[in-house]
């Protein structure tokens, strides 16, 4: 089989600006990363399809998956899906119990696009924008702000470990180096976004390590 007409791995990611890699290149996003990390390790990923706004809370980021599959259907299953909001609605103040319940309701859509694997879905957690230039210029509480998306991210944790997905703590690595950002000084960059991809890498070489595809499985899709 000639390297064209190998099967290619389908990957959905889903999220906001830490998604799409505001101020970075294309090649620079997380995700993109990640791909490539995983075609390195054998496994043929095609470039990810990203559905993600910078801006988006999780009823945006919601919404904004039935404009994309309007658009250009979303059809499942997806080898790989990623799950990354929240920063939105804790920057904007929205409550802890609304970011939950949707959160949680993303992740069931995040399942449903991967054929109900649970293996095949990861999220990540909301990083830490308090710590970088811009959270320390912003006037905010960040004592608060740490605190308040400890809880975002204990919250999406759970649902995950209710559901067997695998919860990725970015979190850390945002608050270990939070000057490894973008020009405006919030965004990471693309480092910082390689060592998210990463971190994500173990959980989902270990998907595929238990839950081998057969070729056939994956043959003939773009």
């Excluded at 620079?28 to 390195?40: E, H, I």
């Excluded at 694997?117 to 905010?140: E, Q």
């Excluded at 990725?168 to 690595?173: E, L, N, P």
Aim: negative net charge; charged residues 20%; contains cysteine.
């Amino acid at each position: 089989m000639s390297p064209e007409a190998a099967p290619r791995l389908r990957y959905l990611a889903l999220g906001d600006s830490y998604t799409i890699g505001e101020g970075v290149r294309e090649a620079g996003r997380w995700p993109v990363q990640l791909a490539a990390r995983l075609r390195r390790h054998g496994l043929p990923f095609a470039a990810p399809r990203i559905v993600a706004t910078t801006g988006w809370t999780t009823d945006e980021l919601a919404a904004g998956i039935d404009a994309a599959h309007a658009a250009d259907p979303l059809v499942p299953p997806y080898d790989l899906v990623s799950l990354l909001i929240g920063v939105n609605n804790q920057y904007r103040e929205r409550p802890l119990d609304a970011y939950a319940e949707e959160f949680a309701a993303l992740l069931e859509r995040a399942l449903a696009f991967a054929g109900g694997r649970s293996a095949r879905v990861l999220a990540l957690s909301i990083p830490d924008w308090g710590a970088t230039p811009f959270g320390h210029a912003s006037g905010r509480d960040l004592a608060r702000v740490a605190r308040e998306l400890d809880a975002f991210n204990a919250a999406a944790g759970a649902a995950c470990r209710a559901r067997g997905v695998a919860f990725v703590d970015v979190t850390a690595a945002s608050r270990a180096e939070p000057d490894a950002v973008v020009e405006d000084g919030l965004h990471p960059s693309a480092a910082q976004y390689g060592v998210w991809a990463d971190l994500a890498l173990p959980a989902v070489l270990e998907a595929f390590a238990q839950a081998p595809r057969a070729p056939a499985e994956v043959a003939g899709r773009d």
